[in-house]
């Protein structure tokens, strides 16, 4: 994903991955959904192209045999979204036209769950009269506009409802695929754990083709200013060093997928030991306890429910979590409880359900937890919680290399380790180009400034 300055001075944002990866990563995504949920039979995987157009176009589709071992590939030979596509402009909600979920997914950043299917207010084809019914999922793919846009977001031309309200103005993200999971009929819910690992896989996608872009740029930027011979040392230096501030962008991702990892760590000791309490529940609890504040003022109240809401985005090592709940949720219930806001009954409702949200952060490191399950070997158990648990402030290469190797070792268990371990293999290896271009920078320059010809240098890139 990057951004392109078109003639009309109006930033246009696109999705500039090789087609090769582009269908490697989807089927990748599809196939570690299929294996994993077993009512599962179908999944595809459209990609979303630059606004104001947004053609949502079919990359790929796999279905997965009786067996549950083979999944066949292959576009369907009728669909609107075969390339080249549909533009917004055909799918978005319009009077006199069936309404669809691709449109709501796009415009609304939100999922789509088709958990009672006849009656299912967005599938063209019931409303249509001539379709059967079909349980499915639908997970748009986000990536955050300050990854795109690193140096300040530039003026942007959004696309419109009918109405002519500009889409995606006001959210932190960016559509930039859309996944779509079939289930066996009556199988799913909204908010049900197939949905919410299809949310948690669809960030491991962003993630992914996120690391795919920001190589191409990398790689283009050394290709194309060796091959200009760069006329001073000025721009060699503010270009190339531009590409390189991206580092931070890359160390950012790969905190994002050990905190994945934690995730999984995390929900296998308590499904492993049955333990029901989840972060989710008690951060229900609180929106609950929120509803029945009186007195205090929306604004507040709003806050801390967006601060609620955030908390469940994040995958932080416990005590960076519990730093966050006291800072953005312990101080913002704080103002709103003061005076005669609430009740001496709501305050310990609040204050007890606090310290269950801090419970549940330490699970993945609780002993009695840990030495109760029993499904992996107990000197694997503890390397691999020195790890995750011990996440550096900066990057480092040696932590890096013993994550992929412990992902390796199949005792582990993890649902999704191989899948984690490839995109922490794309990263690792974005990392050190990263590393191989600030170093071959600082030779271009000397070579600028003694007035060296930079052939030598182009030959080694290439």
Sequence with gaps: MSAEHSNSGVYELS????????????????????????????????????????????????????????????????SDYNPPGKPWMEYRDEPGRPLEAMSWCVEKQKS????????????????????????????????????????????????????????????????????????QLGTIKIDSPETRLIKKLSRTLGTELLSYQLREESLNAIRELAQDKVNSCNIISDSLRNTISKSGLIFSLIKHEVGFLRDQWEEIIRNGCNIEDAKEDYIEEL??????????????????????????????????????????IESKWSDILSGSNGNHELRRRVQETLEGLRRTLYVGKDSTLISAYDKMPEELK??????????????????????????ANPDLGLPHQNKSRKSLIHLRALAKIMGELEENT???????????????????IK
Aim: hydrophobic share 35%.
């Design 15 to 78: 999705l500039r991955v090789d087609k090769t990866s582009l269908e490697r990563a989807c089927k990748e995504i599809i196939e570690t959904i299929l294996f994993c949920l077993p009512n599962a039979y179908k999944g595809t995987v459209y990609s979303i192209g630059s606004p104001p157009e947004m053609v949502a176009t079919r990359v790929t589709s796999g279905i997965i045999d009786e067996e549950r071992k083979n999944i066949s590939w292959g576009l369907p030979e009728k």
């Design 112 to 183: 789509w769950t088709a958990e009672k299917p006849g009656s299912d207010t967005r599938s063209i084809r019931i409303q249509l009269g001539g379709g059967h019914e079909d349980s499915h999922h639908m997970e748009p793919v986000l990536v955050r506009k300050q990854d795109l846009f690193l140096e300040g977001q530039p003026e942007v031309e959004y696309p419109r409802t009918y109405d002519g309200e500009p889409i995606w103005q006001d959210t932190d993200y960016i559509v930039v695929a859309v996944i779509k999971i079939h289930f």
């Design 287 to 328: 929106d609950r306890a929120l509803d029945c504040v009186e007195g205090a003022e929306e604004n507040l109240k709003y806050d801390l429910r967006r601060a609620h809401r955030k908390f469940l985005e994040f995958s932080f090592t416990p005590e960076k979590a519990e730093n966050w709940i006291r800072a953005k």
């Design 382 to 407: 503890q390397q691999w919680i020195d790890l995750i648990y011990k996440m550096p402030d900066q990057f480092d290469l040696l932590f890096l290399d013993k994550v992929i190797d412990i992902l």
């Design 442 to 460: 600082n030779v271009a320059i000397r070579q600028v400034l003694n007035g060296a010809a930079t052939n030598h240098y182009l030959r080694r």
